[in-house]
């Protein structure tokens, strides 16, 4: 019964390729978001949606675009992977009006 | 635009002591606030949260935290802490639809 779960847990790669993450929640919230957590544990926005509308983007590389085919999915494509871009990104998602953010349990990226 | 400061990055307790970490905010109205816990190569789970009300709030895992307008400050306690509240503590700010806004955490270890 995961409320907020993302694919993959892990996920490995060179520079230069491109991959995605995949989320869904199955809470039947309007919006959803990514965060990025670096090296030093900080948590900050990149994207919101409600629903399937981008509400905010936040100073992100355009090689990152979010997707949203539905109201319960927001997938996350990276293009041309950098190092810099390692990180643990955590989708969330919460009810319609800001309320407490249900997050999944995130997907470590390591670009090598 | 909100702001979140958590003063102490790394604390350690006793097991069975009690514990207090600190969280001041800046927004201009009155926020919501939030405390999350993360553990290791976990997502983060909802501890507790105020909107309103009664400032001082219940929380899960025998947390409890309270809101001091005067002092832009909403600290977390709890008084008997257990080995495995060793973890990464955020707190959070929000207001309106606008996402989440962390502190950059506290880590807790408990010694025996």
């Known amino acids: 019964d995961t409320a907020v779960s993302q694919t993959p847990k892990y996920l490995v790669t060179q520079m230069g390729n491109d991959k995605s993450i995949k989320c869904e929640q199955n809470l039947g919230h309007d919006t959803m978001y990514w965060y990025k957590q670096d090296s030093k544990k900080f948590l900050k926005i990149m994207f919101s949606?409600?629903?399937?509308?981008?509400?905010i983007n936040e100073t992100v590389p355009n090689r990152f675009s979010p997707k949203s085919p539905d109201k319960a999915h927001l997938n996350l494509h990276i293009n041309s992977l950098e190092l810099g871009d390692s990180a643990v990104y955590f989708c969330?998602?919460?009810?319609?009006?800001?309320?407490?953010?249900?997050f999944g349990q995130g997907t470590r990226l390591t670009v090598v | 635009a909100q702001s979140v400061t958590q003063p102490d990055i790394h604390i350690t307790v006793s097991e069975g002591a009690s514990l207090e970490l600190r969280c001041n905010y800046s927004?201009?109205?009155?926020?919501?606030l939030f405390w999350y816990v993360q553990s290791p190569g976990q997502g983060l789970q909802l501890l507790l949260k105020?909107?309103?009300?009664?400032?001082l709030v219940q929380g899960i895992k025998g947390f409890e935290a309270e809101f001091k307008r005067s002092q832009s400050s909403f600290n977390l306690r709890k008084p008997s802490v257990h080995w495995s509240d060793a973890a990464e503590y955020f707190c959070?700010?929000?207001?309106?639809?606008?996402?989440?806004?962390f502190g950059k955490g506290t880590r807790l270890s408990v010694i025996a």
């Open positions: 969330a998602s919460s009810p319609e009006g800001l309320l407490e953010a249900f």
């Open positions: 927004y201009g109205a009155t926020p919501y």
């Open positions: 959070a700010v929000g207001a309106g639809n606008t996402p989440l806004v």
């Open positions: 949606y409600n629903n399937k509308e981008l509400i």
């Open positions: 105020y909107f309103s009300g009664d400032t």
